[in-house]
Every structure is written in C-alpha cells, then in structure tokens.
C-alpha cells in the first residue's frame, strides 16, 4: 500500500482524495464504498456491475435466449457482459458519447433501424450492425450506472415485449443492489 500523503478532514466531516487518487482510480464524480476496519478507513470504488457480474450474465444469457436476440450489458464506460457467442468481442470496449448522451437522457429508448430511423453509434471504435435496438438506461437512487439493451443483428422489429422484458431484468438488477446496500 503506497501513502499518498496526508489530508484533512474538515468542520463538517469532508475528506478531499488527492486529485492523483481519483485520477487513478477514475473517481471522478463516482461513488465510493466505505469500510472500518479497527483503526483503517477503506475506502473503494464502487462498481455495482463487477459486484453482480454472475447475475447480469445469467440475466443477459436469459434474455437472449428467449427473445432471440442478444443482450448487452454496460457500464458508463464500456460494454460489461454480452450474450452468446456471436458478439463476445465487443465485451470490454469502449461505448460511444452518442450512446452515453442516450443512457444520461434517462429514457428509454426503442429503434427499428429498417424504418428509416438512422442508427446510434454503440462502440467508441468500429461499429456494430443492428436492425433494432432496445436500451434503458440504468440508475440507482444516486447516480446513473450504464444501461442494459437488446440488439437484433437479424431483420426483426422490436416492440412492446422486448422493452417490458428489459424493465424487468432491470427491476432484478437493481433489486438486488437495494438488498446488498441493506445488509
């Protein structure tokens, strides 16, 4: 563990983490886990998606398979799980600013590209083809978190059945985190 130096903590209970430190450890307006343990504070990034990455794979897995498309997963950075094997290579990448402006819009959002609708850019490099996409956006009573989406790589529209399944695995999702912040 390496010091990095000493703070302050001010009158109303503040700690300010060096800038090198958030820089680092990318937390910038990110929240952080706080532990005691006998006389050492701890504190640690928070990020519920690594915390639950059995859950949303099983969700994402669920999803596509009885749907019939794929089923993505991310953070507000990149793509955390994806469904089968198909598109297993964009897992990890980078998300566009398009999608990132979508998933702070806070709406749901449904596109049929076949309707002329043009379609949002989902990687910050290359692209991925879709007919439709489903993404609703994911956030818990303090910040957004990234978003969970459908894709149709095939010609398929997607309606009402594909949004109201994605607002359940959702509803699973931050169920779950609710529960653990609870124990």
Do not use: H
């Not at 504190?43 to 596509?64: G, N, Q, R, T, V």
């Not at 600013?97 to 959002?109: A, D, S, Y």
């Amino acid at each position: 563990m390496k010091n990095r130096g000493i703070v302050k903590i001010d009158e109303v209970g503040r700690l300010v983490i060096p800038k090198d430190v958030r820089n680092m450890l990318a937390l910038n307006d990110k929240l952080v886990r706080v532990y005691v343990d006998d006389d050492r504070l701890i504190i640690k990034k928070y990020a519920p998606f690594s915390l639950y990455k059995k859950l949303l794979s099983a969700l994402c897995e669920e999803l596509a398979l009885n749907l019939s498309c794929v089923c993505i997963v991310g953070d507000m950075q990149r793509i955390t799980e994806v469904s089968g094997e198909a598109l297993k290579l964009i897992k990890g990448k980078a998300i566009s600013e398009e999608l990132r402006k979508k998933i702070f819009e806070e709406r749901n959002f449904l596109l049929n590209v076949k309707r002329g609708y043009d379609a949002i850019k989902i990687l910050e490099e290359g692209d991925l083809e879709y007919y439709s996409i489903c993404i609703l956006p994911i956030k818990d009573e303090f910040s957004q978190l990234g978003f969970i989406a459908l894709i149709a790589t095939e010609q398929v529209e997607f309606c009402e059945k594909e949004l109201n399944a994605l607002k359940i695995a959702k509803a699973l999702f931050l169920t779950a985190i609710k529960t653990q912040k609870e124990r």
